[in-house]
């Protein structure tokens, strides 16, 4: 532990003078600073040393000193393992992959306290959540203990005005309209003469609030960091405020509150990972500055609610080697191609590896049902979505079926302090997912809650969907990502539930097929520590395998999740194929496209012996970072071209990726606006569904690539026509590929291409989420797809024989359909 001694007076180690909304931090003292990891000292001084070492820097600090009695706090439980955390006054620094790039600027990472302060739902892992009370802490201004500042607006006044999910408590763009709302304790709303003019010069379509001006100054301000060597003049949030900030979860609201006492009005503004202050007689470059939310978190949770405290493991961080520096022109090393046997069949792929999970929060506090979106119906049956996954992930665990009432999320029953119910299942909802499911021809899987043992309730929710209403919803999958939760069932309780719901549910409905059990990991290891040693398949898959019920039922499918990276910036973490020096058995092979050919044939060979399918609930990149462009950019929709090949090709037989239709980066479809009027607009990641969905066939058979690191082949055939082949190359690379491509039991007479491809394949900028992809030169229109299927012309191919050579051009993927 690296600790930096600041010289100087008072407790908490700074000098410090009362203006604004409190004792403003804006002349550098003393502190002590405690560093668990080099990676938050590195951090901490890009930004915070120059305040630190120089009067003149003219700002506050964006860390500012360790909160007192957190010293001791290194690690925090989340997604079932312990990641390193640090908490300053201002903020909450983490480490959430610890074999991620260290040089990454996201390697480090801003905790989202406001959301958890503001909501009483402490997140302890990417969908797990134990409701706590809403923070009582003033957001700004004199501390309130005891009866110090009585009145001023606490996190939890916030609580009705504030996004959390989607776009929640969204506003309207309200550009140069001038600040007039105030907030008060209770939470409400009113309209006052402002100390000073002010307006809103910024918008986040992503949460749909307004920034106010002086938040959007705040956020270009350039000054004195560190690089590690020396002092630069540059972007004091590196060019990115919402590394620093997050987004913005509420609009701009004047506050009263005392500063020393006297009682001032401060604009405030809520977001993500901080609360911004505007006091307009502090001195110039202390007008705006950061709340104390770390100070105000650590209290909430240590001090209020008595979290335990923990210590991370030890790490070990896998290596690998550097890439070489692309070329024009990939050579291909001779003797090597790509080939296809056309006889050689290695299974079905059915329109349900194209399915989709929706989210129910996207469907709460008055947003329109699933059906009821306009244009979503023909966006997935354009894209052949043949399963539909409802909803929520880890959400679910936390779901209740109530066919009585409707209610709003976060709403616990039957008792509104210990739930254990804070989400549901509505029969209006159900009904719109049964109507839109039909209408697009797809199945529906319901995510089931076994984390609270009710069989009967769920046993009902299947008499109320399959009996009375006839909806013939196919797949019910228990529990979600059990393996990450805290004081969820052990795999010997979960294995016992299971064999209650079985019997409870298919005595209603014999025909279902009964899942288990959506594992955050396949890997035995990612539960005990991410240990090295353990190379074993989950228990959460074993157990509930083994089991067979009193009246002899076992489950019908085994499911698990597959993420590649967590909280990554680096598109080679997107790209990779492999590591170098890691056995097969190892769980750090989720780290890589190359898990997708190793863990299906584990779970064939290891546990189902082919017995039941298999399937994958829950797929993409970044599994920690819903705003990562990398879930659904151009690059993400070549990833997602090769992976949906190669996890068919090895044994899933069906895959539901995250996210179909939601707010959140990882979704192929998302809500939009134009003129006003609400309507759909699609990802680059959508494509490549359409890809599959209308130039690749029902049957995959054998094909192999001479380098899976950059180039990918997968080939199939359609039963309904056995005179075509079917292609689906995937160019990774930043290179042009020309492959011969050799052809076991074909000889084509024919061809046609269909290529998929962007001007800014390797753009990762939130932009990117937005970019126009083609395909054959055709960008979709999203509330329209089939009239834009319509209009790509195939490119007509010359070929002769078994044999022939292809340019497949960088980041793209190729669909090339022949015939004999």
Known sequence: MKKLIIPGVFGLGFVVIALGVGLILWKPASATLSFTDPAFEKTWNGLDKAVFEQAAAGRGYTWGPVVVGAESISGESYNGTVRKVAYFEKARMEINNPAGNKNDLFYVTTGLLVKELV????QDGDETFTQLPPSTVQVAGDPNDGNANPNAPTYASFRNVVTIFGNQNGKPSSNSSIITASIDKAGNISSINPPETHSSSGYDDVTQHNIADVFVDYGKNTGKVWNGNSYLNSSIFYGNPTYVLGRPISEPFWISTQVAGS???????????????YTPSNPVGFKVEMGNVGQHYYKWRYT???????????????????AATPQPTRAVPAGKALNVNFGGDKNTFSNKMLGVNF??????WGKPYPSEVPGLVQALKAANVGLIRYAGGNWSNSVGWDRNQVRDPNIGWPDGKTGPYYFQYNPEEIDSVATLAKAVGADVMIEVNIFTSNPAMWADMVKYTNVEHNYGFKYWELGNELDAAKNGPTPDEYANDVSAYLDAMLAVDPSIQVIASGVASPYEATRQNYSDTITSLSEYLTKPFAVTSPKGAKIQAVSYHWYQACNSNDPADLTRYTWSNIADNSWRNTYSRKQADIFPPRITKE????????????YNFDACNFDNPMNGNFLNALWTADVLGRMN???VNFATRWEGYATQSYSIIYPDKVNGTT???VSPAYYAYLMYANYFGDKIVESSSFDNANISIWASRDT????KLKLMVTNLSGSDITAPINLAGFNASSGSVYQMKSANPTEITKASLDATATINDVSVDAMNVAGSLASIKPVPLAVSGSAFNYVFPAYTTTAIILTK
Do not use: C
């Open 359 to 364: 989210v129910n929060w996207e469907h709460s």
């Open 679 to 681: 309507i759909i607009n």
């Open 263 to 277: 009682d001032r009005m401060v604009l405030v503004q809520l977001f993500e990972r901080r609360v911004l202050t």
């Open 720 to 723: 309904s026509d056995p005179s």
């Open 607 to 618: 546990l189902t012996k082919g017995t039941i399918p298999q399937g994958v609930t829950e």
């Open 119 to 122: 909501t009483g739902l402490r």
């Open 304 to 322: 209020l609610n008595n979290s335990p405290i923990i210590t991370p493991p030890a790490t070990t961080v896998p290596t690998t080697t550097a």
């Open 649 to 651: 090709y090895n044994g």
